[in-house]
């Protein structure tokens, strides 16, 4: 199921970044009252009633030649172009601007629903300042307040409305979902047409559930995948050309969908910031995770040039300790194989369940070995385990103090599960509840 998405645009310093904070609850986007401040889209999640989303908040877009104005303008349209709903914030302070009609002029060609939000009105004296923006040409004008959290219950009313209707995948559940993400110019469209270039594979496309992505359903030895591909632009034009930077939402959708999420690294330009975040996402969202490191072919070698750049995958992936690595080559069509039984255990694993009985022995003996933290006379007590989910697997431990249990020993505690269970490829999640 893939959510829909939100855009925030308008013009700077209307408040688009302390709305999206108070949507998503939390302070992602940088607020301060000069215009400019946020330059790139950013990305959250936030949920409304019985609705799932993604939402982009983006820099402010002006006329003339301000700085970063055409960057500005250029991560916005990507923004608009990207959304299923757009809110366009205005600001009742200031009334209809000239950079206002600017941005409702980019609205009017997008032919998405725009809903139109007038923000700062902080008292109910403030409501009749907002009848002017009639005059922007997207109806009913919703008067809020970011500053107080007024009027975004029914921004948000209005926003859902006009979401894409849900559609059930129909696929089988013994069909595995995987993609592959990572930054531009890894590989990706190239091991997708070499993986589909095996003789043993049979092919056969069907139309995505996404707008931006086509399923590839294949069997390989037996077993049906579907491979999501989100290797190509759905637009040409100046603004992606322009813009060399990684599309977030496009993976997020192939992320959402997937069961197993393939990270892919250029072996020849090694590991940067950009490809942690990346795999960041796939982390969060609790997707089984494999790392393949592409192009090794070009890399001069000996006996330890693995090892050694295993060493350092694991060195700035410390957060994905438990993913697999695997060393391909799109171009020569080497070791792409290898993929395969590793999507297949980790997708095994990421559905893993264990019988509570066993759990608990597992728990007991590593509490043996290393005794639960003390604080201030009381030590932590771990009376019961149980897993309540898989997918990835998660698993409640009931203590007598949930504050007790450190990061270090829940570390210690995940660590103790792994060596008795594997649960290699995929992220588990522990969660302490106080015993009633």
Do not use: C
């Amino acid at each position: 199921m893939t959510k829909p998405t939100i855009a925030i645009v308008g013009r700077p310093n209307v408040g688009k970044s302390t709305i999206f904070n108070r949507i998503i609850g939390e302070r992602v986007s940088i607020v301060e009252d000069t215009p400019g401040v946020t330059r790139d889209r950013i990305y959250s999640s936030g949920d409304w009633l019985t609705h799932e989303f993604n939402i982009i908040d983006t820099g402010g877009i002006e006329l003339g030649d301000q700085p970063f104005q055409e960057q500005i303008r250029a991560q916005a349209e990507i923004a608009i172009d990207e959304a299923d709903v757009i809110i366009f914030m205005t600001n009742a302070r200031d009334g209809v601007t000239r950079d206002d009609e600017f941005v409702a002029q980019l609205l009017y060609k997008s032919n998405k629903p725009v809903v139109l939000a007038v923000n700062k009105v902080d008292n109910p004296e403030m409501r009749a300042d907002i009848y002017e923006f009639y005059s922007l040409g997207f109806g009913e004008p919703f008067p809020i307040s970011g500053s107080h959290g007024l009027g975004l219950g029914d921004l948000l009313d209005e926003a859902s409305k006009h979401f894409p209707e849900e559609s059930e995948e129909d696929y089988d559940d013994n069909v595995i979902k995987f993609s592959l993400i990572g930054r531009p110019n890894v590989g990706k469209s190239s091991m997708i047409n070499s993986i589909l270039g095996e003789e043993r594979v049979i092919v056969s496309p069907v139309a995505g559930t996404t707008r931006d992505a086509i399923d590839t359903v294949y069997t390989y030895q037996d077993q049906e995948y579907v491979m999501i591909d989100t290797a190509g632009m759905r637009k040409k034009g100046k603004v992606y050309e322009a813009t060399e930077r990684y599309s977030v939402l496009r993976a997020l959708r192939a992320i959402e969908r997937s069961n197993v999420v393939l990270v892919v690294i250029d072996a020849e330009e090694g590991i940067i910031e950009q490809d942690k975040k990346i795999a960041g996402y796939a982390h969060e969202a609790g997707k089984a995770i494999i790392i393949v490191v592409n192009k090794w072919d070009t890399v001069d070698k000996d006996s330890k040039t693995m090892k050694k750049f295993e060493d350092n995958i694991r060195a700035h992936f410390q957060f994905l300790d438990y993913a697999p690595i695997a060393f391909v080559s799109a171009l020569q069509r080497k070791r792409l194989t290898t993929l395969f039984p590793l999507i297949n255990m980790a997708s095994e694993n990421h559905k893993k369940r264990v019988q509570s009985s066993t759990l608990n022995e597992v728990i007991t003996d590593a509490v043996a070995m290393n005794p639960t933290p003390t604080d201030n006379g009381s030590r932590l007590n771990i009376f019961y385990s149980t897993q309540v989910a898989i997918e990835p697997p998660t698993f409640v431990i009931f203590v007598n103090d949930v504050e007790m249990m450190h990061f270090s020993y829940k570390r210690f505690l995940e660590n103790r599960i792994r060596d008795a269970f594997g649960f290699e490829g995929t992220p588990i999640h522990l969660i302490t509840r106080k015993r009633n």
